[in-house]
């Protein structure tokens, strides 16, 4: 049972980031690797704001922004300053790095005795039945007020062309519209929520640590991928939902390998097959469709 | 014509075929196929690669067994008569446990957080030491070993599926897997040991004064940094500055940068540091700091030690020595090192261990332990091959000298 909790967890924490990368790689068709960099700068705002006193909720929004300001560089550097959008992402992804460690302090910040949206007094008189539930009554909601956002952003006239400008870019252009610019508008967003994803992951772990931010992108496009074949079939279900059960699946994957533990380093092969499965059984499902998400 | 002719003809047989058959069930035969050939090939080769790595498991365990069995004899002779006036409890206990089976079955599970020579060291270290306490793997005690890989993600995932399995312990190697473990475990009657964490303060899993912040305890590898500087004095009477290559990633190595700050000005020596992010930051780093500096100091950084045979290749070009932090590290090519021995960490942690698996005391009531004493090693062959003169009186003092250099074997 604990095991399950976990698991959905941290399927949850990183449905948040998941969500952003559904933004760069399938609405935007474009390949961000700020990620890297955006996660742990989201872990490193809110830790540092945290030590300094603020209240939990107001370091997430804050921790939101400082990943928007990063993905607008990225959209500058690309858009305006006319670099390949690959290079510019590593660009900011690399220069984050110093900055998150400026930002921090050091290289690990515990939080361990701090008050924090997943460990404060409101929480603490629940009763005891409810305690191992307490870190998903606070993820669920705010992953379905993500998800809620990002769904009704989507259906405004600028999420509308948000999700041309993947599409067709010469529509956005005789609307007179630039896509340049909605470019750097999905971007920020994009590496907003991954910073978010990153700000409670450090209140759930109750500490940063600069080196989390490496392979988040693999494990979010993994996310992303999985989400949308798996499901694929179910047309009831918007992309978003799609994505945040893919971040669960992801974890699931990952349990069961290290459940599985043949011997402790073929633990990332099992995940690799395991992964390779999953895809497999998604792969029934309609291929015209995932072809685009490939 | 005729070619066209053909291809009509195949093409109408295509079509043919896909309306009786159902293209849906062609392509979903094809994918199953595909998928079960490709997942048993995987299969096979994981299999193969369990098989390798319990041989060099086992192998490196034969070859630990007789390093201890030279390496006891000597550091029994040193080291007992300070153990035992330091802790006369533990040899109490040793005297009257030793060989003697413990009560009961005992899960734990450890999680170490990467793959490396001291960390491994000291998971077989933790394992002897509980051995000696009367708990035996295999015999009345479970081990779930899972390494993480480097990874944060995973290693938090380890300590919550050790947590949600209820184990009886959770190991932790390591300062990330000992923070994860902590977290996950916190509201969970379960005790965190942990190993080779540098400064358990600085990482809030213990108070200042010692004590446990939790239902945690463990044993530190913080670096005896003034015997190291001691040490390089006395090799080198001349030298002047000393170059340092870190992770600015791993709070260990920071931590100890600072401390090698505070006292090398005790040993007239400047410090020269270089910050690397990845792996592959190394080799350029490599080659400018050793144009700064009279000898390179190693930490127990991960990343550096990993990549140590291109630092040593390196340096042995521009014939500057390198002073390593543990055995394994002279064992490759450094000139000498006064350092942590993991092993005997470890056992320490397997005591602690066993004192909370027999309800003796609870980890909340045990303060984190380092080592004191530190372990000298040299390197004859690297010596001989820079030309540098180790005093006599070192060559002696020396647990182990070694006559090869490891990188160039």
């Known amino acids: 049972m604990t095991i399950l909790i976990g698991i959905f967890e941290q399927g949850l924490i990183y449905a948040v980031m998941a969500l952003g990368l559904y933004i760069t790689y399938v609405i935007l068709d474009l390949p961000d690797l700020t990620v890297d960099g955006s996660f742990p700068l989201g872990s490193a705002v809110c830790v540092a704001l945290i030590i300094a006193g603020a209240n939990p909720v107001l370091s997430l929004i804050i921790s939101f922004f400082a990943g928007v300001i990063a993905g607008i560089i990225t959209g500058i550097i690309h858009v305006k300053l006319r670099i390949r959008d690959l290079i510019s992402g590593i660009i900011v992804m690399t220069g984050l790095y110093t900055i998150n460690l400026i930002i921090a302090g050091k290289s690990n910040v515990p939080i361990f005795e701090a008050t924090t949206i997943f460990n404060n007094d409101l929480l603490k008189q629940l009763p005891e039945s409810f305690k191992p539930y307490r870190v998903l009554l606070v993820l669920i909601p705010i992953v379905i007020l993500c998800k809620i956002a990002l769904n009704r952003y989507l259906h405004t006239k600028s999420g509308l062309l948000l999700r041309s400008v993947g599409d067709n870019q010469n529509l956005i252009t005789t609307m007179a519209k630039d896509p340049g610019n909605m470019k750097i508008l999905g971007l920020a967003l994009a590496n907003g929520l991954v910073a978010l994803s990153g700000a409670i992951l450090a209140q759930q772990q109750r500490f940063f640590e600069a080196s989390q931010g490496t392979g988040t992108m693999v494990m979010g496009l993994a996310s992303v991928i999985i989400g949308i074949r798996l499901f694929a079939r179910i047309k009831l279900m918007s992309f978003p939902l799609k994505v945040i059960l893919g971040s669960i699946v992801y974890k699931a994957i990952v349990a069961v390998a290290i459940a599985l533990g043949l011997s402790a380093n073929s633990l990332k092969l099992i995940t690799a097959i395991l992964l390779l499965i999953i895809l497999l059984i998604g792969e029934h499902g309609k291929r015209e469709k995932a072809k685009q998400y490939d | 014509m005729k070619t066209t002719m053909n291809r009509e003809v195949i093409t109408r047989m ?180 942990y190993s080779a964490v540098s400064d358990p303060v600085a990482a809030e899993l213990a108070q200042p004064n010692g004590e446990s912040v939790g239902n945690i305890t463990g ?185 090869e250099i490891g990188v160039l074997k």
């Open chain 2, 219 to 403: 044993t530190s590898d913080a670096l005896p940094v003034e015997a190291q500087l001691k040490m390089i004095r006395e090799i080198m009477p001349d030298a002047e500055t000393i170059g340092i290559l870190y992770t600015t990633s791993e709070a260990n190595s920071e931590a100890t940068v600072k401390i090698y700050e505070e006292l090398a000005p005790k040993y007239d020596f400047e410090l020269v540091t270089s910050g690397i992010a990845t792996s592959a930051d190394i080799p350029l780093a490599t080659d400018n700091i050793l144009t700064k500096v009279d000898c390179l100091s190693n930490l127990t950084d991960n990343t550096v030690v990993e990549s140590l045979p291109t630092i040593l290749d390196k340096a042995f070009a521009a014939n500057i020595p390198v002073f390593g932090s543990e055995v394994e590290q002279v064992d490759l090519g450094c000139l000498a090192s006064e350092g942590v021995d993991y092993i005997t960490l470890g056992k320490k942690t397997g005591y602690l261990a066993a004192q909370v698996l027999r309800g003796e005391k609870t980890a909340n009531e045990l303060n984190f332990e380092t080592i004191s004493e530190s372990f000298l090693y040299v390197n004859s062959a690297t010596a001989e091959k820079l030309g540098v003169e180790i005093p006599q009186s070192m060559a002696d003092r020396a647990l182990e000298n070694f006559s």
């Open chain 2, 14 to 193: 295509k079509h043919r075929v896909k309306r009786i058959v159902g293209h849906k069930v062609i392509r979903t035969i094809n994918h199953i196929v595909f998928g079960v050939i490709l997942s048993t090939f995987m299969l096979i080769s994981m299999l193969g690669l369990a098989a390798c790595s319990n041989d060099t498991r086992s192998t490196s365990a034969e070859a630990d067994t007789k390093n201890e069995a030279s390496q006891e004899d000597r550091k029994n002779e040193s080291s007992q008569e300070a153990e035992q006036q330091s802790n006369t409890e533990k040899n109490v206990s040793n005297n009257s446990d030793k060989d003697e089976i413990f009560e009961g079955n005992f899960t734990i599970g450890i999680s170490q957080f990467a793959q490396h020579g001291s960390l491994d060291n000291c998971r077989e270290g933790f394992l002897l030491g509980l051995a000696e306490q009367g708990f035996v793997e295999g015999e009345n005690l479970t081990i779930d070993y899972q390494n993480a890989g480097a990874e944060m993600a995973v290693a938090s995932q380890i300590a919550e599926n050790f947590v949600g399995k209820s184990y009886d312990m959770i190991m932790a190697v390591a300062t990330p897997a000992a923070m994860h473990a902590y977290n996950a475990a916190m509201d969970k009657d379960i005790p965190v040991i």
